[in-house]
């Protein structure tokens, strides 16, 4: 098991950045890879990024690609969204996800281990 804790969210303008954080406990979290959804209101969860256990493999959505970083702290349990060049579209609830080998990185319905989430605001 592996509980997940998300931070840094908050109201920023366009253009801003935020980066968010995922505290994760339980035992092996170093085995397990590890991901970022969000959700927007009237919107299904949507795959942001994610990254395996060993960094070997990274994969973003073609929506923020190139702004967006994620990356991973195993000696702190730590995961981070570094979010660039922040758009209005980005507004969403932003939550991290962690198992064992999910069978894809995009499906949400593969990932078993998820945070409360986090609230991203970007203004106009």
């Known amino acids: 098991q592996v509980q997940l804790v998300e931070s840094g969210g908050g109201l920023v303008q366009a253009g801003g950045s935020l980066r968010l954080s995922c505290a994760a406990s339980?035992?092996?979290?170093?085995?397990?890879?590890t991901g970022w959804f969000r959700q927007a209101p009237g919107k299904g969860r949507e795959f942001v990024a994610a990254?395996?256990?060993?960094?070997?493999?990274?994969r973003y959505a073609d929506s923020v690609k190139g702004r967006f970083t994620i990356s991973r702290d195993n000696a702190k349990n730590m995961v981070t969204l570094q979010m660039d060049s922040l758009k209005p579209e980005d507004t969403a609830v932003y939550y991290c996800?962690?198992?064992?080998?999910?069978?894809?990185?995009?499906?949400?319905?593969?990932?078993?281990?998820w945070g409360q989430g986090t609230q991203v605001t970007v203004s106009s």
């Open positions: 996800a962690s198992d064992l080998s999910p069978r894809s990185f995009y499906r949400s319905d593969y990932w078993r281990f």
């Open positions: 339980g035992r092996s979290f170093s085995s397990y890879d």
């Open positions: 990254m395996n256990w060993n960094e070997s493999k990274t």
